[in-house]
């Protein structure tokens, strides 16, 4: 059974970093795309990046492109989302997401989801 589970969330003021994981398990993610959605309080699920677990391709969403960087780590089975020039706009649950599609930016074209981690970015 497929399991991602976020981690790395948490209170930092503007303009400071974050890391965010994503331990995968379950299967083989070789031939996945993974994906990093956010949810903010009263907005719906948004796309923020994907990368091709199989060559590492990566797409953006234009609003954290520059600051945020998503990469995953083979060996330890993780996607990680180094987010850098935290805004209070990117205030949000973060998810961290699996399927078989590349590029798929739509929340409908991942199959797996993990349950979150909260980022708070105070002004």
């Known amino acids: 059974q497929v399991q991602l589970v976020e981690s790395g ?3 930092v003021q503007a303009g400071c970093s974050l890391r965010l994981s994503c331990a995968a398990s379950g299967r083989t993610f070789s031939s996945y795309g993974m994906g ?3 949810q903010a ?3 719906e699920r948004e796309f ?3 990368i091709r677990w199989s060559g590492g391709d990566t797409i953006y969403a234009d609003s954290v492109k520059g600051r945020f960087i998503i990469f995953r780590d083979s ?3 993780a996607v990680y989302l180094q987010m850098n020039s935290l805004k209070p706009e990117d205030t949000a649950v973060y998810y961290c997401a699996a399927g078989h599609l590349y590029p798929a930016a739509l929340a409908g074209q991942y199959e797996y989801w993990g349950k979150g981690t909260l980022v ?3 002004s």
């Open 41 to 43: 309080p009263g907005k």
């Open 48 to 50: 923020v990046a994907t």
């Open 9 to 11: 969330g948490g209170l």
């Open 36 to 38: 990093w959605f956010r």
């Open 75 to 77: 060996d330890k089975i």
């Open 120 to 122: 708070t970015v105070s």
